[in-house]
T-cell receptor, first 114, second 115 residues
Framework: AQSVSQHNHHVILSEAASLELGCNYSYGGTVNLFWYVQYPGQHLQLLLKYFSGDPLVKGIKGFEAEFIKSKFSFNLRKPSVQWSDTAEYFCAVGRGGSQGNLIFGKGTKLSVKP | DADVTQTPRNRITKTGKRIMLECSQTKGHDRMYWYRQDPGLGLRLIYYSFDVKDINKGEISDGYSVSRQAQAKFSLSLESAIPNQTALYFC??????????????FGPGTRLTVL
């Protein structure tokens, strides 16, 4: 069965530190890849997505992610985090084409200390 | 996202009661989903609907039912609520395209507590 693994349950950083959140998936076919962010008390919002083309994807608020097909990975990065980045981050994978369904990872909670 | 609304936003109920959570969308999307979120477990798919006549079970459909009353409305029912259904419930929508079909847009969530 398809699955998505997020390696870190809780990451604590100081402001200006660099961030990398890991995401691996277990599906061998064509995939669509997503990162969603959930700020405290809010709903999920799309941060960035990859469907095809350049494997380095840039999203909102300075986030980027790199799709490495050989590693089945789609790690999220940000060079310098801010206190306002405190949130929970979810990686999600959808099968290519028009399947529609997404499989979500269990999430990584990011706490940024001012 | 105001395009996807959920009612109620919070609900406290008792074991055995029937509960309905409602979702409406003005995005014109044909696909709608219901998820539950539990701490440490991420989002798990309960039911999804690709159009009004197409309803499918997700990963954890037991104890839940759904109704797609119209393209814009998708309701989730708990026929007889139990405490382990206490969770945050999200509705989501997406549209069908040749590519990029899977981007989902989420409602604000309903926090349900079953005592």
């Amino acid at each position: 069965a398809q699955s998505v693994s997020q390696h870190n349950h809780h990451v604590i950083l100081s402001e200006a530190a660099s961030l990398e959140l890991g995401c691996n998936y277990s599906y061998g076919g064509t995939v669509n890849l997503f990162w969603y962010v959930q700020y405290p008390g809010q709903h999920l919002q799309l941060l960035l997505k990859y469907f095809s083309g350049d494997p380095l994807v840039k999203g909102i608020k300075g986030f980027e992610a790199e799709f490495i097909k050989s590693k089945f990975s789609f790690n999220l990065r940000k060079p310098s985090v801010q206190w306002s980045d405190t949130a929970e981050y979810f990686c999600a994978v959808g099968r290519g084409g028009s399947q529609g369904n997404l499989i979500f990872g269990k999430g990584t909670k990011l706490s940024v200390k001012p | 996202d105001a395009d996807v609304t959920q009612t109620p936003r919070n609900r406290i109920t008792k074991t055995g009661k029937r509960i309905m959570l409602e979702c409406s969308q003005t995005k014109g999307h044909d696909r709608m989903y219901w998820y539950r979120q539990d701490p440490g477990l991420g989002l798990r798919l309960i039911y999804y609907s690709f159009d009004v006549k197409d309803i499918n079970k997700g990963e954890i459909s037991d104890g839940y039912s759904v109704s797609r009353q119209a393209q814009a409305k998708f309701s989730l029912s708990l026929e007889s609520a139990i405490p382990n259904q206490t969770a945050l419930y999200f509705c989501a929508t997406s549209e069908t395209r040749l590519a990029g079909t899977d981007t989902q847009y989420f409602g604000p969530g309903t926090r349900l507590t079953v005592l």
